[in-house]
C-alpha cells in the first residue's frame, strides 16, 4: 500500500505571457494552475505515493477547475473546503538571459484565506498519513491561515506525522520581521527543513558565510555550516539547502546539501546540474516533493537527496508549476549522464 502524505496551502491560476514575451507586448496569457504545496502534491501523486492536498476553493467553475487540475494527476481532494468568494492569481512574465523573470500577486482575500481550524477533522486527514508538508508561503497569507496551519502541525505531531516545511520566503508577502515573528515559532513543530540561503535569513535570521545570492560564485562550506547551525538550533532531523548558481535567467548550476541524523551526519553535497532553464517556478517544489518521496523510499539519505536534485533539474525544463515526470525518469537521471540525447 502506497504511503499516504498530505500538503496544505494555496492554490493559484497562473497566468503566464507565451513564450518569452513580457506583460506589455503580450495580447493573451496562458492558462495553468500551481502553487507551492499543490505543486509538491501533485510530484508525490505523480512517483506513486496517496498523495492528498488541504486547503479551500470557491465552489464557481474557476475553482472547480484548479481541483481538476490537481485530479488530473492523482493528487486526492478529499480535504478541500468549498467555499469563499475567489481563487488567487498570479502573472508571470518569463525572463531569458540576463532578463530576470516576474510576478504579479493578485491572491489578496483569496478563499484559502478564509480557511478556519474548525473546518477540517484533523484526526481524519491524518489518519494513516506518514508525511505533512507545508512553506512559509501559507502563514504569509494572514493570521487566520497561521492559525489554522498551528492546527495542523499540532495534529500531525499527535498523530506521529512526519513534517516538512519550505522556508518559501515571498517579500510580496510579508516582511522579514513579521516572518521571523511567525516562522521561527512554528520550527517547533518541523522534523525536515527545506531552504535556499535567503529563505534561512529572511525567516530564521541564519546567513551562511561566504555566499552571495546574486551571484554565479558560491561556497559549499557556507552552507554545510548554515545547515549544521540551523540543525542545532531548531532540533531539526534533517536541514536540505538548495544552491543555485545563476550565470543568468537561462542558465543555472543546481545542486543541494543535506545534513541529518542518518546518513549526512556529516553535511553531503549533490551531484550538480548544469541547466538551461525553460521554466523556474516550481523548481523547489518539485526539489522538496523528490526529498519526501526519497526519504519514504529510498535506502539512505543521499540516495533521496541525489533523488530530489534529479527531480528539480527536470522540473526546470518543464514548462508549467508542475512537476509532470515519473519517479523511473527521475532515476534515469539521478543514475545517468543527464545527456538529453533522444530516446528512440
Known sequence: ?????????????????????????????????????????????????ESYFVSKLPKHEIGQSAVNSLRRFGVKADYIVRGGERLGIYFLETGASQRSSKVIYDRSNSAVTDLGKDELDWGEVFSGAKWFHWTGITPALGSKVQETLRTACEAARKNGVVVSADLNYRAKLWTTKEAQAVMIPLMEYVDVCIANEEDAEKSL??????????????????YFDLARKLKEKFHFKSVAITLRESYSASHNGWSAVLHDDGDCKVPYRSKRYDVQIVDRVGGGDSFAGGLIYGLLRKKNTREALEFAVAASCLKQTIPGDFNIVSADEVEKLAKGSGSGRVER
Do not use: C, W
Open 1 to 49: 500500500m502506497s504511503e499516504k502524505v498530505v500538503t496544505m496551502g494555496e492554490i493559484m491560476l497562473r497566468l503566464s505571457t507565451p513564450g518569452f514575451s513580457r506583460f506589455v507586448q503580450s495580447g493573451q496569457f496562458d492558462v495553468n494552475y500551481g502553487g507551492g504545496e499543490a505543486n509538491v502534491a501533485v510530484s508525490l501523486a505523480n512517483y506513486g505515493l
Open 205 to 222: 535570521g541564519f546567513h551562511p558565510e561566504s555566499t552571495n545570492v546574486d551571484s554565479a560564485e558560491l561556497d559549499e562550506r557556507g
